[in-house]
């Protein structure tokens, strides 16, 4: 196949002009080539320069012969061809492609792309150097752009890598001051509560029944505001709301205990609770339990006080449903708006207030579950209803 | 770590004594190729590449190490005893000329005696001292340097790698000898012309010759003169061989000025 490719003939492609009647003059080509030549004696005197050359470079050819190639040559060219091309020209015989600034007559640079050979007789000693100079000056500029890019990049990419650092330590600062926080903020709230519990065993008047109430209820709300405080930081920060599935340990019981908590914390409001539940539901149990537990405190504390507020559990139909609802004032058109919203606030009175974190939680933890959390509010009822697909 | 892989060394020769060259900023161990093999019969010659030269690991160029020329005297001491080196001579190049006078300052009794070719103590002009250069100049080269990578490229840099014997050179390794990752060229030109040894030279108490070129503008005949007359003891020879090579350009005279010394 390579073979029919090679070139034709000069003469087959030009038959009418017989090859003979082009003769080069060899003189010419040599003073007005399209390249400079220059020729150095062993010693490294320029001994023979082509008009080219002096024509670019501004020089006669009497100024340049006798001189070392350094004359046309800045420090920084002189130091390059002392440490590099000269050494290279003796051991290799040539060099190639070498970029050299040619100093000219008025103190110009003229950018350069070099080659040269050494002749050698016959027992490998130098008789001359010639030396081929090409202009490159557009090549130089372009030579130099990609440089700056490539410098400019290397250190975009610098600042980058810093400031990934130094954020992915921020990161896991927070992280931990998150975990640390947590730990210390239940702790105590831990003991307090265990010491509320011990004083509601002991006999007591009813003044101080209350207060220990109070107290019980008071805990289990710090208690669901930290979790939220600190899930709601975890997932603003990347960690995200994460589960630990389980199908086989029954969700009844977590329901029962969140409605239990509440009924002891608040005697004087009655909560309903109807759960049927028939089908494994692989959810995280400790989730759904903060879920209910963030609903059933918002209906306790929106919903109407002598009213019952009711607890529903059901799987029908593949689905897992849970509902929290209360009587009362409807939600706002308004405020159906922006209530799974981080920070949005109902309006209670001041001593409930909240931090609005309990339906974005409860909301982020519905689709962690592949779920959804709705709320339908009318005269009649409000009702917050969770709907998760029990085989995922 | 394996020193004479690092440093890509290579002995030959036999005799007793050992004879280590050390070539300076810009080529590689091939500097010395007229050179030493004139020593091979009265001496064990080794040659190494300065790490980032030649056929060295680069993987080893640590750019705070050699941030100093007392990182490349370190290596020339542990190649030193790899070979369990006592009492040789030393022949550097330029540069390596100081690499040498550091080593031997470092690690008395690795060098019975010291040749330096074209050495500097300072290349930069400091008041009343002409190393030759202003700080600017040096500058100027640095950035020079930047612009002629010698052909090197990222993907060329293994086959040189893998090429450190070279027994013929083949197009793609077209000016490999002085071939250098533009970066490591870079730094170590830094290294080498804002060098100051001026104060180490008195301290030199091993024999001591110096070889200095007529015309050089690298390291000129004052340069080599002030080099002689601080170290203790030591000769100057100037040699007729113009430019700053004349382990390339004249071996013949640097062989006999050698053989006189030692």
Redesign the interface.
């Known amino acids: 196949m390579k073979s029919s490719r090679r070139c034709a003939p000069l003469s087959e492609l030009t038959p009418s002009v017989p090859a003979s009647s082009i003769i080069e003059d060899l003189e010419d080509l040599y003073e007005n080539a399209p390249c400079g030549y220059l020729s150095l004696e062993p010693g490294g005197r320029i001994f023979k320069v082509n008009k080219t050359l002096c024509n670019w470079t501004g020089y006669g050819p009497e100024e340049l012969l006798g001189k070392r190639l350094h004359h046309l040559l800045n420090i920084a060219g002189r130091m390059f061809y002392e440490t590099h091309i000269a050494p290279l020209l003796r051991m290799q015989g040539f060099f190639h492609e070498v970029a050299l600034d040619l100093v000219t007559a008025k103190g110009d640079l003229l950018p350069m792309i070099v080659n040269a050979a050494e002749r050698r007789d016959s027992e490998g000693k130098p008789i001359s150097t010639r030396i081929t100079f090409l202009r490159a000056t557009e090549r130089r500029r372009y030579e130099r752009e990609l440089l700056d890019a490539r410098d400019q990049s290397r250190s975009q990419e610098a600042a980058a890598r810093a400031s990934l650092t130094s954020e992915r330590e921020t990161s896991e600062l927070r992280e931990q001051f998150i975990a640390v926080l947590g730990h210390d903020l239940r702790n105590p709230l831990a003991s307090i509560s265990a010491g509320a519990r011990i004083l509601l065993r002991k006999p007591k008047d009813e003044t101080e029944t209350k207060v220990l109430q109070m107290m019980e209820t008071t805990v289990l709300r710090m208690a669901g505001l930290i979790d939220n405080v600190l899930d709601f930081a975890r997932g603003r920060l990347g960690g995200g709301i994460t589960l630990s599935r389980n199908a086989d340990t029954s969700i009844e019981p977590v329901l029962q205990q969140v409605v239990d908590e509440l009924r002891t914390a608040m005697p004087d409001r009655r909560i309903e609770s109807d759960f049927r539940i028939t089908q494994p539901i692989n959810c995280d149990r400790t989730r759904l339990g903060q879920l209910v537990s963030n609903l059933l405190g918002n209906a306790l504390t929106h919903g109407a006080p002598d009213k019952p507020v009711l607890v529903r559990a059901l799987t029908d139909n593949g689905m897992f449903e849970l509902s929290v609802s209360n009587a009362g004032e409807p939600i706002s058109a308004e405020a159906m708006e922006h209530l799974f919203q981080p920070f949005f606030r109902g309006r209670v009175r001041a001593s409930l207030q909240g931090l609005g974190l309990g339906l974005h939680i409860a909301s982020e933890i519905a689709r962690a579950h592949e779920g959804t959390l709705t709320v339908k509010s009318d005269s009649e009822e409000t009702r917050f209803t969770f709907l998760m697909p029990l085989r995922i | 770590m394996n020193v004479s892989a690092r440093n890509n060394v290579r002995i030959n020769g036999s005799g007793e004594k050992a004879m280590v060259f050390a070539h300076?900023?810009?080529?590689d161990q091939?500097?010395w190729?007229?050179v030493e093999p004139a020593f091979r019969n009265s001496f064990r010659t080794v040659l190494f590449d300065h790490v980032g030269a030649g056929g060295s690991d680069l993987s080893k160029y640590d750019p705070v190490k050699y941030g100093s020329l007392s990182g490349y005297a370190d290596d020339l001491i542990e190649i030193g005893r790899e070979l369990d080196l006592k009492d040789a001579v030393f022949v550097g190049h330029?540069v390596s000329a100081m690499i040498g006078i550091l080593a031997s300052l470092k690690a008395p009794g690795l060098f019975s005696s010291l040749v330096l070719v074209g050495p500097s103590a300072r290349y930069i002009d400091d008041g009343d001292y002409r190393g030759g250069?202003s700080a600017n100049?040096i500058e100027?080269?640095l950035?020079?340097?930047?612009?002629?990578h010698?052909?090197w490229s990222a993907q060329m840099a293994p086959a040189i790698m893998g090429n450190a014997d070279r027994p013929e050179?083949g197009e793609e390794l077209?000016?490999s000898?002085?071939r250098t990752d533009p970066d490591i060229a870079k730094h170590f030109a830094r290294v080498t012309f804002t060098s100051d040894n001026r104060d180490d030279l008195a301290k030199v108490t091993t024999p001591t010759l110096v070889l200095q070129c007529s015309e050089?503008?690298?390291a000129s005949t004052e340069v080599g003169e002030y080099v002689q007359r601080r170290i203790p003891g030591s000769k100057l020879v100037i040699l007729n061989a113009?430019?700053?090579?004349p382990n390339?350009?004249a071996p013949d005279e640097v062989i006999a000025a050698m053989r006189a010394f030692v």
Do not use: V
Request: with cysteine; charged share 15%.
């Open positions: 300076g900023f810009g080529c091939n500097m190729r007229f330029s250069f100049q100027e080269l950035e020079f340097l930047e612009a002629n010698m052909g050179l077209t000016n000898f002085c050089d503008i690298i113009t430019g700053h090579c390339l350009s």
